[in-house]
């Protein structure tokens, strides 16, 4: 099987694919090519475990099976069955299976593994009498469909699980650094050049020591894969026992020669705790003796003073966000001594900082020759690439080359025409109706693709801006969207007065709603904004949405007037907003589901913040399905209720999977026979491309209201929700 040239596709973090390519190239592989999320090559079985076990940067190696062309789910699952899988599945062996890309009646991944375990399955079954069992942690065989349209690529993971999980991280410290994106910024910084030097690295800011340990086995020439456990490979038919031990002999043996090294690496940190996690995870990569490690506090970092002086080095740091700092002020100050150490005591040498908030790398008083957009896990970072010279340095907290200069550009001139006629006619529109937070910007000009949210807050009346960018399709080049999101940061603060540290920045993927609650941080701070005299909180750093959906306004208005003496049902209730109207509007009680406890919990403050908490206004954790199912049971009526579902959920702690658009008809029918006479249904679904049910307007009375509920800054977008109000028919 080594012999034979085979299609295989490494997939590999945002912005490191480039990175990837000269990987593979010294693994033997050929035919490569780049993609935004991997690369495509092809090669030997051997180029293949080269890839699994020599690879920094890379999550997951694929190797092809086969393709076809599956119009619907039952072709998908015929072409699935039609591959002999008993020569990749042995007797007794275990199988998971995953899905992704898109597909035009396969929607839903997690549809798809389905159909794609059922198809092997039901193949093996027939070909052996016996069927794998289904693991859903390392199993020994992971089989893998990827949907273009309607063609299919079938293909073996032969990682397993993801090539970042070396097996030296223990527990992982608040907002963990993915060991592979570590690997990256190294390798972006020039960190391989400088160990063969001899020199020396410094992670000031180290935490449990991913830089530090990734620094070391750069330097060591230590595979990555030397110290992982478990492989994809290792449980498959195919797998070549001979040549991966021959492999993992050559890697020892590079690994024994590599500790001749003379490259110094270092890690400090002021927390106790996070060296001795740095140590430990040192120990178990294997690099223990190669690194140096110690408690201190980050104002004393400097060069090793020794028999090396003017050595060559690097300095890379991921300064910490998330909970180990409290508040945005601290992120700053954080920063600025950051920059203030290295303008001290680093000249000559580089830096590499990676920052989650780009915002803060104005703080460091440091020019970056190089910024690059890449991605930790699902949160977009910017790796700033820095020569500490004079040249370099600038006033702390002023706009660097990477935004500032795109200031004047022609398209910066253009984007700043555009958001201050928006701001005229809205703000305009906001003070006569005294609304406070509302759409500035929806993707007006295709070519700059963000959300621009003003939320001003009640208490103080700061102006925060939310930013969303619309994640820039794969075949739009990085340079452009860097350009323009560079021409669009550079053009806010002088437009709309509100300052850097008040705005918030987002990338919003083409994924449903419902799965976009997810949380990005651990700030845990909320400000406090006025709708229509009520108080809601909103949170403009921990979660990708903030608590507040403003298309929902004029929604919210109409349940709160249609509440009044009425009891108020509220599923997927999110924040509460839409019972804070309701009982504001007089509902004398309420009932609230929701499947997240958190979200519960801000409801309920959302509803003190208001005073009108108290026994009549229920909280209910739990999956709406279900509470429907058993609410058909009891007596209780409601004369409200708003049914908001996400477009698509596949949460592990409810059962099975939610699709608005395959389940709304069966949501609608049980919220129905919940009405009490008389009772109104109001729902409404953010899903794109959303169709009604049209046996609904024959079984119930149907009011398409989607347009009276379209905000005014709203109206560039009316397709983004649908809402409708449902009443039982004289007959039901």
Not at 39 to 61: D, M, P, Q
Not at 489 to 500: F, Y
């Amino acid at each position: 099987m080594t012999a034979a040239a085979l299609k295989f596709l490494a997939s590999a973090p945002r912005g490191l694919p480039d990175l990837l390519v000269r990987e593979l190239a010294a693994c033997g592989a050929g035919e490569l090519r780049e993609r935004s999320t991997g690369v495509a090559f092809t090669g030997t079985l051997e180029s293949a475990y080269r890839a699994c076990l020599w690879s920094r940067i890379a999550n997951r190696v694929f190797l092809e099976l086969g393709s076809f062309e599956a119009r619907d789910a039952q072709e998908f699952y015929a072409g699935v069955r039609a591959l002999d899988w008993s020569a990749h599945l042995a007797p007794g062996a275990t199988l998971a299976c995953d899905f992704s890309g898109r597909h035009p009646t396969i929607t839903h991944t997690h549809f798809g593994a389905l159909r794609l375990k059922d198809g092997i399955v039901d193949a093996l079954r027939e070909a052996s009498g016996s069927r794998p069992d289904i693991a859903l942690e390392r199993p020994d065989v992971r089989v893998h469909a990827h949907a273009h349209g309607t063609d299919i690529t079938l293909a073996i993971d032969l990682a397993g699980e993801s090539l970042h999980r070396r097996g030296y991280r223990g527990a992982a410290g608040e907002a963990p650094l993915k060991e592979n994106v570590a690997a990256g910024v190294l390798l972006r910084a020039g960190w391989e050049a400088l160990a063969a030097q001899g020199g020396e690295f410094l992670d000031p800011l180290c935490g449990s020591g991913t830089l530090v340990v990734e620094a070391a086995l750069i330097a060591g020439d230590r595979a990555p894969g030397l110290t992982r456990e478990y492989f994809g490979f290792r449980g498959w038919r195919g797998h070549e026992a001979p040549l991966w031990e021959r492999l993992r002999a050559e890697a020892l043996a590079r690994a024994r020669a590599g500790e001749a090294s003379t490259a110094c690496v270092r890690g400090r940190d002021r927390e106790s705790h996070a060296i001795r996690t740095a140590r430990e995870n040192a120990a178990r990569a294997g690099v223990a003796g190669r690194v140096q490690l110690e408690v201190g506090a980050l104002a004393e970092a400097a060069p090793l003073a020794g028999p090396s002086p003017g050595r060559v080095g690097l300095v890379a740091t991921n300064p910490p966000y998330g909970v180990r700092l409290e508040d945005r002020a601290g992120a700053r100050a954080i920063h600025r001594e950051l920059g203030a150490v290295l303008r001290a005591r680093f000249a000559g040498w580089s830096a590499a900082v990676l920052t989650g908030a780009p915002e803060l790398g104005m703080e460091l008083g440091l020019r970056a020759y190089r910024t690059h957009a890449l991605w930790n896990g699902a949160i977009e970072c910017r790796l700033l690439r820095i020569e500490v010279s004079p040249d370099s340095e600038r006033a702390p907290g002023t706009l660097g080359k990477g935004v500032a200069h795109h200031k004047d550009s022609p398209g910066a001139r253009m984007f700043a025409n555009r958001l201050t006629k928006n701001l005229k006619r809205l703000r305009a529109w906001a003070e006569r109706s005294g609304v406070s937070c509302y759409r500035l910007y929806d993707a007006d000009m295709p070519e700059y693709a963000f959300a621009i949210d003003l939320y001003r807050t009640a208490d103080t009346q700061e102006d925060w801006l939310y930013v969303q960018e619309y994640a820039a399709p794969a075949e739009i080049e990085r340079e452009a969207v860097q350009r323009r999101r560079g021409e669009v940061l550079a053009s806010l603060p002088g437009v709309t007065q509100v300052p850097a540290e008040r705005t918030r920045v987002r990338t919003r993927r083409r994924t449903p709603r419902g799965e976009q609650y997810g949380k990005q941080g651990e700030r845990e701070r909320f400000e406090v904004v006025a709708e229509a005299g009520l108080r809601f909180r909103v949170n403009f750093d921990d979660y990708l949405d903030t608590g507040l959906f403003l298309d929902h306004r004029l929604t919210r208005a109409r349940l709160g007037s249609a509440a009044r003496g009425g009891t108020f049902l509220n599923l997927f209730a999110y924040t509460g907003t839409a019972t804070v109207y309701a009982a504001a509007g007089g509902a004398r009680a309420s009932i609230s589901v929701d499947l997240s406890r958190t979200y519960l919990e801000w409801a309920q403050q959302n509803l003190a913040l208001n005073a009108l908490a108290g026994p009549a206004h229920g909280f209910v954790q739990g999956d709406c399905r279900e509470w429907l199912a058993e609410a058909a049971g009891r007596a209780a009526r409601f004369d409200l209720i708003f049914l908001d579902p996400p477009t698509f959920s596949n949460s592990k702690r409810m059962d099975g999977v939610l699709d608005v658009a395959r389940d709304h008809l069966q949501l609608i029918d049980a919220c129905v026979r919940l009405l009490a006479p008389g009772g109104l249904l109001v729902f409404s679904t953010n899903a794109q491309r959303f169709k009604l049910a049209a046996e609904l307007s024959e079984r119930h009375s149907v009011l398409d209201i989607s347009a009276a509920t379209l905000p005014e800054d709203f109206a560039r977008n009316p397709r983004i929700h649908r809402c409708y109000e449902i009443r039982a028919a004289a007959s039901t």
